[in-house]
């Protein structure tokens, strides 16, 4: 792996003057004294910060960053994302055009391998994720614990964590041949467990992969088949799936992956650090937002309310769930994509009626100043509840969905975290403001 950037040099801050080189002078007007710091690909390492300090004694310098809003935690080759010009691109493919021409499962392969496929290795591909589709009974018997209204996520969440006591060799994470039986094993499964999480919840018995269906297809299949004999997906919902698949495959370090990389430092195997990332996934400002789209059209209730609801997001009082994003300042790509697929379901299954007030929502929004001087744009979240709901899932189910393509993305970046040589356990510094030392009292002498 091309490392890195380099280590620091102290030099002369007068020297610093004199030609231009890739470093920056700080001067702590504490001591007077300068240091030079290198400059690699606009970074600077926190590190080189520890030498700034008053007395040689001290701890040194460090920098305060919470929720990581300008702090680079990894060195990545997986996906690219320019938030100002409204940029997603997987290993360097637009995902306009992955969206257009791949299928959800070339493109896991091409997060986790870093090229597309060639027609053998996509076969061979395929036919490892589908032998990987079926789950141990006993997990059916775990899921069958569940109560009837527990929430999907919630099962998800803490079967992958249960698959981790049935796979030993998930510990061997140095292996690269076992990390290749759990990559076929976590991408596999992901839709078995989701699907038979939502039939739990119907009370309807569970329906078994049928591993003629495409991805998307079988899944719809473990879903929805009732009496049919062999269930035929409906080619557009088909589609419409596996596109929103694509566009859900990876983020860059978002909170569920910086998790997922997180949890992965301490060496974990990889079911347990998956589990805590669908775990981050869920939270309502992450992939939890889509549930919270459609709970919020539904309050909203009409385009006529719209404006009202609007004045109580300007005054602080609520959020208008599936806009704003720390990183995209601009419509995010996926959106684009996304509200051209919500018409293509909904020419097949009818207009969600709860459309027009999310367009409303949309146009109040893209030209009030309030969300345009924040830059808050639809996210990925937006519109997809909508088709979902459309597609005949429950809300619970719509972060179910998001999780079960980011697998794909969650492997690649935990496997490039496994590799990289520079990635230690992941241990952040804080800035300690408690008491200081205090005598301790008997608790008869309290209060
Ligand atoms: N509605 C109203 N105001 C908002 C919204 C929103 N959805 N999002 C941000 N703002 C406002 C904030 O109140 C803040 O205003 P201020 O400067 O007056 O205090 C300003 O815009 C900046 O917002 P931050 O919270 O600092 O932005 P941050 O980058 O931390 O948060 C986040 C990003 C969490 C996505 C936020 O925009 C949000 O909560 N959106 C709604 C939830 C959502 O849709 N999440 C899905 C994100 S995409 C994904 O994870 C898949």
């Known amino acids: 792996m091309d490392s890195a950037l380099p280590t620091t040099q102290t030099r002369n801050a007068e020297a610093a003057k ?48 919470p929720a990581y809003n300008n702090t680079a935690s990894c060195i990545s080759r997986v996906t690219f994302i320019d938030g100002d010009a409204g940029i997603l691109r997987y290993r360097g493919y637009p995902i306009e055009e ?160 910086n998790t997922v990389r997180g949890v992965g430092s301490s060496h974990v195997d990889p079911y347990c650090a998956t589990a805590a990332a669908i775990a981050a996934l869920y939270g309502p400002l992450h992939g939890g937002a889509n549930e919270e789209v459609l709970r919020m059209l539904v309050e909203i209730g009409s385009v006529g309310k719209v404006p009202d609801f609007i004045k109580r997001v300007k005054a602080g009082e609520t959020k208008l769930m599936g806009f704003g994003h720390r990183v995209y300042k601009n419509y995010d790509p996926r959106a684009r994509i996304i509200k051209k697929i919500a018409y293509e379901v909904f020419d097949l299954m009818g207009k969600n009626p709860l459309l027009e007030i999310a367009l409303e929502c949309e146009r109040i929004a893209l030209e009030d100043e309030y969300f345009v001087k924040r830059k808050l744009y639809p996210n990925v979240d937006f519109y997809t509840g909508l088709i979902y709901q459309s597609m005949g899932f429950p809300m619970t189910m719509f972060p179910v969905l998001f999780a079960i393509p980011r697998m794909s993305g969650w492997i690649a970046q935990w496997e490039e975290l496994i590799l990289d040589p520079e990635q230690k356990i992941a241990r952040p510094r804080q800035i300690y403001l408690g008491q200081a030392t205090r005598t301790y009292a008997p608790i008869e002498r309290r209060g």
């Open 18 to 65: 004199t030609e231009p080189r890739d470093t920056v002078t700080i001067t702590d007007n504490r001591t007077g004294k300068s240091y030079e710091i290198p400059i690699k690909h606009d970074t600077i390492r926190a590190m080189d910060l520890r030498q700034i300090k008053v007395a040689p004694t001290d701890f040194g310098m460090i920098s305060y960053d």
């Open 98 to 257: 992955l969206a257009e021409k791949s299928t959800y499962l070339e493109t896991a392969y091409l997060l986790l391998y870093g090229e597309l496929p060639t027609a053998t290795q996509l076969k061979e591909w395929q036919y490892h994720i589908v032998h990987h589709t079926f789950i141990h009974e006993s997990i059916k018997k775990f899921l069958d614990g569940f109560h009837y209204d527990a929430h999907p996520m919630g099962m998800l969440i803490s079967t992958i964590a249960a698959l981790s006591t049935f796979y030993h060799d998930a510990k061997d994470i140095f292996n690269p041949e076992a990390r290749k039986k759990q990559t076929y094993r976590l991408i596999g499964k992901m839709p078995t467990i989701a699907a038979f999480s939502y039939r739990h919840s119907l009370g309807m018995p569970f329906v078994y992969p049928d591993n003629d269906l495409s991805y998307p297809g079988n899944f719809l299949n473990m879903l929805f088949r009732t009496s049919e004999t062999r269930y035929r997906p409906n080619p557009t919902l088909e589609r419409a799936l596996d596109v929103l698949f694509i566009l859900h495959a990876d983020h860059e370090q978002n909170c569920s992956t």
